[in-house]
Nanobody, 115 residues
Framework: QVQLVESGGGLVQAGGSLRLSCAAS????????MYWYRQALGKQRDLVAA???????NYADSVKGRFTISRDNAKSTVYLQMNSLKPDDTAVYYC?????????WGQGTQVTVSS
């Protein structure tokens, strides 16, 4: 069983920064791909960023150059550094862990960007 706990969300003005964290329990973190998704009110859940077990990364076009995903295997934690935030970044942000058939989601953390 894996538990994912996100933190770091909050209210920030446009142009500001936040860093989200997602701490994982269990022993498979270092061998798992990790993802950040977001879901704005009334919209579908979209992939924001991904990082593989070898720390290769991918980003949605909308966040390239502004967001950075990283991981600390010693802490079983994945991060999402968000800079130059825009009101359109307002959403609930979720982390996700996938390794083979294992697929877990966190409970989400709210990010609100005011204009």
């Amino acid at each position: 069983q894996v538990q994912l706990v996100e933190s770091g969300g909050g209210l920030v003005q446009a142009g500001g920064s936040l860093r989200l964290s997602c701490a994982a329990s269990g022993s498979i973190f270092s061998r798992s791909a990790m993802y950040w998704y977001r879901q704005a009110l009334g919209k579908q859940r979209d992939l924001v960023a991904a990082i593989g077990s070898t720390s290769n990364t991918n980003y949605a076009d909308s966040v390239k150059g502004r967001f950075t995903i990283s991981r600390d295997n010693a802490k079983s934690t994945v991060y999402l550094q968000m800079n130059s935030l825009k009101p359109d970044d307002t959403a609930v942000y979720y982390c996700r862990l996938i390794k083979g058939p294992v697929d877990y989601w966190g409970q989400g953390t709210q990010v609100t960007v005011s204009s």
